[in-house]
Structure formats: structure tokens, C-alpha cells
């Protein structure tokens, strides 16, 4: 009578190991779109002007925002089209001299320009000399984080020293935290920026390609 039992619960759970990474893909791809629609969806801010500016054309609100959204992609397209010309270094410098004076806006701005460098590999940003690191809590042993050192001289606070480390946000991974930890906390981790940014993307599912499985 056990192995009666015991065969339907296999077959279901292998079954269930199988479609799990499916599952998680697609909850992770609705939660960001999710997100989007928030941000950038027809009953959003911005989804409302880009619906203001499709009224302008037609009276239907659907239409309206799609024609909003092909004026701001054809107007994306332009720009790049410029930046293609050889113009990317004179509005680089214009938006960073513009931006740069706000306090916070500027630091935002900074840390988003480094993030988009690090995904576009043609461009070299001082994010590229980043090293991704594991912060263990405690010491070796304790709570794992991965982590991007931003630069491997450390600091002394209180006469102890001290690595500053960037946490960033999954699943994009700007933003996050800055963290001071003892120098005996930090170990180096066995993959470059790609591999960090591509664990934080997938929100961990991808880990297995970088480290390891038990």
C-alpha cells in the first residue's frame, strides 16, 4: 500500500520540480509587468499624458494612448538617431552638467546612467570595475548577500576597517543600499558584473549557472 502511494507522489513531484522554474519565470514576467502597467500604463501619469497627446488625433482613449506611445518611441528613435551622428558625448555631458548640480537627482541619475552602462557592453562605465562580492553577516557562515565593491580600499570607522559595499534591488538591480561591513566579512565572489546582474534579474533562478548546487 506505501509504494502504492508513493509512485503518484513522485511522478507529481518530479512533475512539480519540472514546471516550477516555468512558473516562477512567468510570475516574475507578470510581476514586472505589473510594475510597468503602474508606472507607464494607460490609467498611470504618464500613461495619461501620452493619452493626452493621442486625444489630439482621434476621440478613443485606447487609440489615443497607442498613438501617445508611437510619438514617444518615434521620438526615442530620433534621439538615438542623433546619438548615432556622433552627438552621445555632447548630450552625456549636458544632461550630467544639468542633472549633476540637484543633490539627489543627481546622485539617482548617476547611479542609473552606471547600471545602463554595465548592460550595454560597448560602453565602458567605472561600474565595469566593480567587483561582486558575498557579505557574509557575522563572518563566514552567517547570512550571505551578494553585493557590488565599488572599490577595494578600505576605510577605517572607529579604528576598525571597513569595504563599502553597493546592495542592489532585484529584480532591476538600481537602487538598493549602501552598506559599510568589516573587511573579514567580504569574500570575493566567482563571476564578474554580468553574473551578478543576471542572478538579481531572474531573481535568483539563474544562481545555479554561477555557483554550485548541493
Not at 566579512?185 to 549557472?209: C, E, H, N, R
Request: overall charge positive; charged content about 15%; glycine content about 12%.
Amino acid at each position: 500500500m506505501k509504494k502504492f502511494f508513493q509512485t503518484p507522489i513522485r511522478t507529481f513531484v518530479a512533475g512539480l520540480v519540472a514546471v516550477l522554474p516555468v512558473v516562477l519565470t512567468v510570475a516574475v514576467i507578470v510581476w514586472v509587468g505589473s510594475v510597468v502597467d503602474q508606472f507607464v500604463g494607460p490609467y498611470s501619469t504618464f500613461g495619461r499624458l501620452l493619452t493626452s497627446i493621442g486625444l489630439r488625433v482621434v476621440d478613443t482613449k485606447v487609440a489615443a494612448y497607442l498613438i501617445g506611445v508611437i510619438v514617444v518611441l518615434t521620438a526615442i528613435y530620433m534621439f538615438g538617431v542623433f546619438v548615432e551622428a556622433g552627438l552621445k558625448h555632447r548630450l552625456q555631458d549636458f544632461v550630467e552638467r544639468s542633472l549633476g548640480r540637484i543633490p539627489l537627482i543627481g546622485n539617482v541619475y548617476s547611479l542609473a546612467h552606471r547600471f545602463v552602462g554595465m548592460l550595454d557592453r560597448k560602453q565602458e562605465t567605472d561600474l565595469k570595475g566593480m567587483s561582486p562580492v558575498w557579505c557574509f553577516f557575522g563572518g563566514e557562515g552567517g547570512t550571505a548577500m551578494l553585493a557590488l565593491m565599488p572599490t577595494s580600499e578600505p576605510v577605517m570607522l572607529g579604528g576598525q576597517a571597513y569595504h563599502v559595499i553597493l546592495v542592489p534591488g532585484a529584480p532591476v538591480p538600481m537602487g538598493g543600499a549602501l552598506l559599510y561591513v568589516p573587511i573579514d566579512w567580504i569574500k570575493p565572489a566567482p563571476f564578474g558584473v554580468d553574473g551578478l546582474t543576471s542572478i538579481y534579474v531572474s531573481m535568483g533562478i539563474s544562481t545555479s549557472q554561477f555557483l554550485r548546487t548541493g
